[in-house]
């Protein structure tokens, strides 16, 4: 334990690791304002630039880019109504409102303090709760491992964006990416036609890329002639007394919401921040103000939002598993860097771990003094205009595709899923869930190859698994729970 | 599909696509009770950045430089995307990849695919 808060302490005494934080918090903050890029465009496009670094230093850049753009997404939010992130989509509901009342600098000050408790608050749960679901983790064998990773891919199917199904399709087309070039134990090829550039299966980072990035610079360029209305910033104003009183248990109530659903596979930020705004308006004795420019409102979302962050780190770090778009990419950094997620991360690099932890701790104090004092300054950054600010991003993304293996193939990769990303999109699919498909896929491909072998083939042996079949229940209430249910009521009816 | 005491390799990825399959005609089956709202068309700068990954492809085969490519594409990219001053989309195209050359080159020690202009700065 002491080691663990040594090792978190280090963090702040170390002066590259505490300038390297900074760095990134004002970069962060940047792309959560520019609308579009958001939290998971701006780790993808990172994520290259990471790899002379040490493990902890690449690892602290992406989680503060995560952090702090998560943050950065309510001040467009309640400026211009346009969320800079989608986390921050629920905090127009309010935040707009409030701001064209003329309360502006109260909107952004409820919003800093709101989003810095619930990130700090979820960085403490992830503290004390990963070390311990590690412990747990130990038990894992591949059948619980097979059944944890199903679970995972249901889950995708109650993301916010795109339908249940939709996300399901999106997630085992995912996993079915994953299934191209050469099988591991076997070697025999799969959907490489003669490419041997494929034979090692595609590369996670110029897919994300592509995804993430690309597809999102062509769903951008609907957007050329948008005309965007600024509200007036005077200056941040810290919330009152009065302000305090009717937020703190919206606050304290969001904290919980947004860790839990960060920890669930899968979910992530969006989701938590709609949850912790209607259940804000559910528990609230002003239900009237809502959609007018509640302070509880704003306070509900955006607590959820960050706290989600910490929480999405936990399935990350402790079971391989992305709690979110961006924690997928997180992944694939520690998988870069050496650092491989799970159980042994805890015993082995356990230091490392906790400097990974501290340094999320500092990027929520550092968004918290940028948004109170900077907020005006970062604002005119959404102005920058689209037409130079997409032509950037795509060289970035063409050269950090490049990067990581200094392949053209990568950079094909790249553009042809950024188009397949945006035709997604186009017709309604999220691109998160195949991002996460891709990386359970040899996860439940591996593991279930195992879970035959230990039971010399008779797969239904993992239904015997008392912890497999908990969390295939779960998967299976997940899918089937919300269409029972409403059979259930129509039943009655 | 289950051999002996495993899953054969070929099997699995067939699996994944017979139950997308599935997903695929439920999908159709809601559509069918709600049809889905029509998709708006894109406008302009959508296709014509599709065409500009072509150019930048072909591009990259033509001379086999990625930085003879990135600046055409990304100051043909500012244009169609509105950009009325043709400076700032020139600076734009010469400035941001120069500067990220240099990142990968000096920082990073990332080397590119040698063309035309790269042969000229590794000599």
Same mark, same amino acid.
């Given at each position: 334990?002491?080691?663990?808060?040594? %090792?978190?302490?280090?963090?702040?005494?170390?002066?590259?690791?505490?300038?390297?934080? /900074? %760095?990134?918090?004002?970069?962060?903050?940047?792309?959560?304002?520019?609308?579009?890029?958001?939290?998971?465009?701006?780790?993808?496009?990172?994520?290259?630039?990471?790899?002379?670094?040490?493990?902890?230093?690449?690892?602290?850049?992406?989680?503060?880019? !995560?952090?702090?753009?998560?943050?950065?997404?309510?001040?467009?939010?309640?400026?211009?109504?346009?969320?800079? =992130?989608? $986390?921050?989509?629920?905090?127009?509901?309010?935040?707009?409102?409030?701001?064209?009342?003329?309360?502006?600098?109260?909107?952004?000050?409820?919003?800093?303090?709101?989003?810095?408790?619930?990130?700090?608050?979820?960085?403490?749960?992830?503290?004390?709760?990963?070390?311990?679901?590690?412990?747990?983790?130990?038990?894992?064998?591949?059948?619980?491992?097979?059944?944890?990773?199903?679970?995972?891919?249901?889950?995708?199917?109650?993301?916010?964006?795109?339908? $249940?199904?939709?996300?399901?399709?999106?997630?085992?087309?995912?996993?079915?990416?994953? =299934?191209?070039?050469?099988?591991?134990?076997? $070697?025999?090829?799969? +959907?490489?036609?003669?490419?041997? #550039?494929?034979?090692?299966?595609?590369?996670?980072?110029?897919?994300?890329?592509?995804?993430?990035?690309?597809?999102?610079?062509?769903?951008?360029?609907?957007?050329?002639?948008?005309?965007?209305?600024?509200?007036?910033?005077?200056?941040?104003?810290?919330? =009152?007394?009065?302000? !305090?009183?009717?937020?703190?248990?919206?606050?304290?109530?969001?904290?919980?919401?947004?860790?839990?659903?960060?920890?669930?596979?899968?979910?992530?930020?969006?989701?938590?921040?709609?949850?912790?705004?209607?259940?804000?308006?559910?528990?609230?004795?002003?239900?009237?103000?809502?959609?007018?420019?509640?302070?509880?409102?704003?306070?509900?979302?955006?607590?959820?939002?960050?706290?989600?962050?910490?929480?999405?780190?936990?399935?990350?770090?402790?079971?391989?598993?992305?709690?979110?778009?961006?924690?997928?990419?997180?992944?694939?950094?520690?998988?870069?860097?050496?650092?491989?997620?799970?159980?042994?991360?805890?015993?082995?690099?356990?230091?490392?771990?906790?400097?990974?932890?501290?340094?999320?701790?500092?990027?929520?104090?550092?968004?918290?003094?940028?948004?109170?004092?900077?907020?005006?300054?970062?604002?005119?950054?959404?102005?920058?205009?689209?037409?130079?600010?997409?032509?950037?991003? +795509?060289?970035?993304?063409?050269?950090?595709?490049?990067?990581?293996?200094?392949?053209?193939? #990568?950079?094909?990769?790249?553009?042809?899923?950024?188009?397949?990303?945006?035709?997604?999109?186009?017709?309604?699919?999220?691109?998160?869930?195949?991002?996460?498909?891709?990386?359970?896929?040899?996860?439940?491909?591996?593991?279930?190859?195992?879970?035959?072998?230990?039971? #010399?083939?008779?797969?239904?042996?993992?239904?015997?698994?008392?912890?497999? $079949? /908990?969390?295939?229940?779960?998967?299976?209430?997940?899918?089937?729970?919300?269409?029972?249910?409403?059979?259930?009521?129509?039943?009655?009816? | 599909?289950?051999?002996?005491?495993?899953?054969?390799?070929?099997?699995?990825?067939?699996?994944?696509?017979?139950?997308? &399959?599935? &997903?695929?005609?439920?999908?159709?089956?809601?559509?069918?009770?709600?049809?889905?709202?029509?998709?708006?068309?894109?406008?302009?700068?959508?296709?014509?950045?599709?065409?500009?990954? &072509?150019?930048?492809?072909?591009?990259?085969?033509?001379?086999?430089?990625?930085?003879?490519?990135?600046?055409?594409?990304?100051?043909?990219?500012?244009?169609?995307?509105?950009?009325?001053?043709?400076?700032?989309?020139?600076?734009?195209?010469?400035?941001?990849? &120069?500067?990220?050359?240099?990142?990968?080159?000096?920082?990073?020690?990332?080397?590119?695919?040698?063309?035309?202009?790269?042969?000229?700065?590794?000599?």
């Amino acid at each position: 334990m002491i080691e663990a808060l040594s %090792a978190m302490g280090s963090v702040f005494t170390d002066p590259y690791l505490l300038g390297l934080i /900074f %760095a990134t918090t004002v970069l962060g903050v940047i792309i959560g304002v520019l609308p579009g890029l958001g939290a998971t465009t701006g780790a993808a496009l990172l994520l290259p630039f990471t790899l002379t670094m040490e493990p902890v230093q690449a690892i602290a850049v992406l989680s503060t880019i !995560y952090v702090s753009a998560t943050f950065a997404g309510s001040i467009t939010a309640i400026l211009i109504n346009t969320p800079g =992130t989608s $986390a921050a989509a629920a905090t127009t509901f309010d935040g707009y409102p409030l701001a064209q009342k003329g309360e502006a600098g109260r909107a952004l000050g409820i919003a800093v303090v709101s989003s810095t408790v619930g990130g700090v608050f979820s960085v403490i749960v992830l503290c004390i709760a990963a070390p311990l679901l590690a412990r747990v983790a130990y038990e894992f064998r591949p059948p619980e491992y097979f059944a944890l990773t199903i679970f995972g891919l249901s889950m995708l199917a109650s993301i916010s964006a795109g339908g $249940a199904v939709k996300n399901l399709i999106g997630g085992i087309f995912g996993v079915w990416l994953s =299934t191209i070039g050469a099988e591991r134990v076997t $070697a025999i090829e799969r +959907f490489m036609f003669g490419n041997y #550039d494929l034979y090692e299966g595609l590369s996670f980072v110029p897919v994300f890329i592509g995804l993430f990035a690309i597809s999102e610079l062509l769903v951008q360029s609907k957007m050329v002639n948008k005309i965007v209305e600024t509200v007036a910033l005077k200056a941040v104003k810290l919330p =009152t007394k009065e302000d !305090y009183k009717r937020i703190w248990k919206t606050i304290l109530r969001s904290c919980g919401i947004g860790t839990f659903i960060g920890v669930l596979p899968a979910e992530g930020a969006t989701v938590a921040s709609m949850i912790g705004y209607s259940e804000a308006k559910r528990w609230s004795k002003n239900k009237e103000e809502f959609g007018k420019g509640s302070v509880e409102g704003i306070a509900g979302a955006e607590a959820a939002n960050n706290a989600a962050t910490g929480g999405a780190m936990v399935p990350t770090m402790v079971l391989g598993i992305p709690g979110s778009g961006t924690t997928a990419i997180i992944l694939v950094g520690l998988m870069v860097h050496g650092l491989r997620p799970g159980a042994y991360l805890f015993t082995e690099q356990v230091e490392k771990v906790y400097q990974i932890f501290g340094s999320m701790l500092l990027a929520n104090l550092m968004f918290m003094a940028m948004g109170l004092y900077a907020a005006r300054l970062f604002a005119r950054v959404s102005l920058v205009p689209i037409s130079i600010l997409w032509p950037i991003v +795509f060289a970035l993304s063409v050269i950090g595709a490049y990067a990581l293996s200094q392949s053209l193939i #990568d950079v094909w990769i790249a553009l042809i899923f950024g188009v397949i990303g945006f035709f997604a999109r186009r017709h309604g699919f999220a691109v998160a869930p195949i991002a996460v498909g891709l990386i359970l896929g040899e996860m439940v491909e591996t593991n279930l190859q195992h879970s035959l072998k230990m039971y #010399d083939g008779q797969w239904w042996m993992i239904f015997a698994q008392p912890l497999a $079949a /908990f969390f295939l229940i779960l998967a299976f209430l997940g899918l089937c729970g919300p269409y029972l249910y409403s059979l259930i009521i129509r039943h009655k009816d | 599909m289950i051999v002996g005491d495993s899953m054969q390799a070929r099997s699995f990825p067939i699996f994944l696509m017979v139950i997308n &399959l599935m &997903l695929v005609a439920i999908l159709s089956l809601q559509f069918y009770k709600t049809y889905p709202k029509e998709v708006e068309l894109e406008k302009f700068p959508t296709w014509s950045s599709m065409l500009l990954f &072509l150019i930048f492809y072909i591009m990259v085969k033509v001379s086999g430089d990625m930085f003879v490519a990135i600046p055409v594409v990304m100051f043909l990219m500012g244009l169609t995307w509105g950009q009325k001053k043709v400076w700032i989309s020139f600076v734009n195209a010469i400035v941001t990849p &120069l500067s990220v050359f240099l990142l990968f080159d000096y920082v990073l020690q990332v080397r590119f695919p040698r063309g035309w202009l790269t042969n000229i700065y590794y000599g």
